[in-house]
């Protein structure tokens, strides 16, 4: 190639002028970076000399079973996976010191205390969990007794006594039966694969707006922020005396408590440590049953779809009840689904579709009155002028039924804000509390529905509170980031 002849001064080009530096730009992190943070720590747990050995040693310890064993003309297959989650009281390796501190004692009554379908999303974006209430009206196929080996023609029955009749076969057939639903997976967790695993994660947090006490499982919490360990997250679970709920206040514990368990791991770093996960996984395959398609293999593709989720991509619903207390000759009382709308929400879980897609969003508290139910008489106490009017005001934008007339109190110069009530009333009272942080509550009998609130100095604001019974959507959908701490 030819020599570049030498360029006059005149010609030289001028350096370029420099830049004013930018301040840096603060980027949101690419999804490709989740992903590759994935794939890092499945490469590091092969890499680690844990990977093939740890996972076939894991698999072993898992106890099978086979609940789809000779079964016909089952649902057709939609998208995504579904799983049957079932949660029994089997407590054989519990110790006796953890069987007196956490109420364990007498002898487990071989059906199962939990029922939900878990839908994982075709993407693995989205988890949907159902919960099905123990006490529902069912009706089972024909089959045969698991204890005693005779023929059973179908029968009406409380869907967890198709456990102790048929076992997990017979639960399976019994909820495809009636959800129309197929399921692809069976995961059985008893008390101590429970406890451990909430251990291995160093306990969940929940937040309760209510002091929760039940004397038959010895669960006792105040108002506020607890961090529950094992035994304690047990109590937590199991409770059908805490409040007038019954079985229905536990499933909705149930499915604030397995939000915060989500959030947990997804938001501790657990999934992206190859060594925790691994102990985790561990805990949870220790004690459990499952079907021979669900291993180690499943649990690390669920491991890896987790990473992706925030406490906003699972979402809880129990099935629409349509009649409380159905009896039945032989079976008691039960809870009969609704028809319609239980046949909807199956429908859109079969397509997989998010159940919450036209919920409204709100960070407003759940309560367990609605405040549209709740009257109230505002009194001020303290003399700071017009604090009666802005406290019935803010009451009132948040949707309870003041009287729109506040008057001055007669007590001397209150420092606490107080609600007065008739204990008839202790549900609503609880509520309205939620409404006034820091405020007191002072039962008063004969005061009547009519709530009375006593402004004191400490009044600083009014929160956002609907109640957990309103209808969210079109079934009643809660997401994980509504439940779990503010």
């Not at 364990?104 to 988890?127: K, N, Q, Y």
């Not at 047990?234 to 536990?250: E, F, I, K, P, T």
């Not at 039924?401 to 420092?415: D, E, I, L, Q, Y």
């Not at 009998?445 to 609130?453: E, I, R, S, T």
Request: proline content about 6%.
């Amino acid at each position: 190639m030819p020599a570049t002849p030498p360029r006059s001064s005149a010609t030289r080009p001028r350096p370029p002028q420099r830049r004013p530096a930018r301040p840096p730009v603060r980027r949101k992190r690419p999804r490709w970076a989740m992903r590759a943070a994935t794939t890092l720590s499945v490469v590091v747990l092969a890499s680690a000399g844990i990977g093939h050995a740890v996972m076939t040693s894991l698999d072993a310890d898992i106890a099978r079973v086979d609940p789809f064993k000779d079964m016909k003309n089952r649902p057709r297959a939609g998208h995504g996976m579904n799983v049957l989650l079932v949660g029994t009281d089997g407590r054989d390796k519990i110790t006796e010191a953890e069987r007196r501190k956490y109420r364990l004692g007498g002898a487990p009554c071989r059906c199962t205390d939990t029922i939900m379908i878990v839908h994982i999303s075709e993407d693995r974006e989205r988890a949907s969990v159902v919960s099905l209430p123990r006490d529902s009206y069912a009706m089972t196929p024909s089959h045969v007794d698991g204890t005693t080996g005779g023929r059973h023609r179908g029968h009406p029955l409380k869907i967890n006594a198709a456990y102790a009749e048929g076992g997990p076969q017979l639960t399976v057939r019994t909820v495809e039966n009636m959800t129309h639903v197929k399921i692809d997976h069976y995961l059985e967790v008893d008390f101590t694969s429970f406890m451990r695993t909430v251990d291995v994660l160093g306990g969940v947090e929940i937040c309760s707006a209510d002091a929760l006490k039940d004397a038959y499982t010895g669960l006792n919490l105040s108002p506020g922020r607890h961090r529950l360990v094992g035994g304690q997250a047990l109590q937590y679970v199991r409770s059908r005396h805490a409040d007038g709920s019954s079985d229905l206040g536990r499933m909705k514990r149930q499915q604030r408590f397995l939000a915060a368990l989500i959030d947990r791991a997804t938001s501790s770093g657990i999934l992206l440590n190859p060594m925790k996960f691994r102990d985790v996984t561990r805990a949870v395959l220790g004690s459990v049953r499952a079907d021979k398609g669900f291993g180690t293999d499943e649990l690390l593709d669920l491991g890896r779809a987790m990473r992706n989720f925030s406490p906003s991509s699972s979402e809880f619903t129990t099935v629409p009840i349509g009649q409380m207390g159905y009896v039945v000759k032989g079976v008691g009382s039960t809870l009969k689904w609704d028809p319609a709308k239980s046949s909807q929400l199956f429908r859109t879980l079969r397509e997989d579709k998010p159940l919450a897609v036209h919920k409204p969003k709100s960070k407003a508290l759940l309560v367990p009155v609605s405040p549209q139910q709740i009257r109230v008489q505002v009194e001020n106490g303290t003399a700071t002028g017009g604090l009666g009017k802005r406290l019935d005001a803010a009451l009132a934008s948040t949707g309870f039924r003041t009287t729109g007339n506040p008057v001055n109190s007669t007590a001397p110069a209150v420092k606490r804000t107080i609600i007065s009530y008739d204990p008839r009333w202790d549900r609503s009272a609880r509520s309205l509390a939620a409404a006034l942080p820091g405020s007191g509550l002072r039962a008063v009998k004969g005061q009547g529905p009519v709530l009375k609130v006593i402004a004191g100095k400490d009044f600083e604001r009014v929160r956002k509170v609907r109640a957990e019974n309103e209808l969210q959507g079109e079934f009643g959908v809660v997401t994980g980031d509504e439940v779990g701490c503010a």
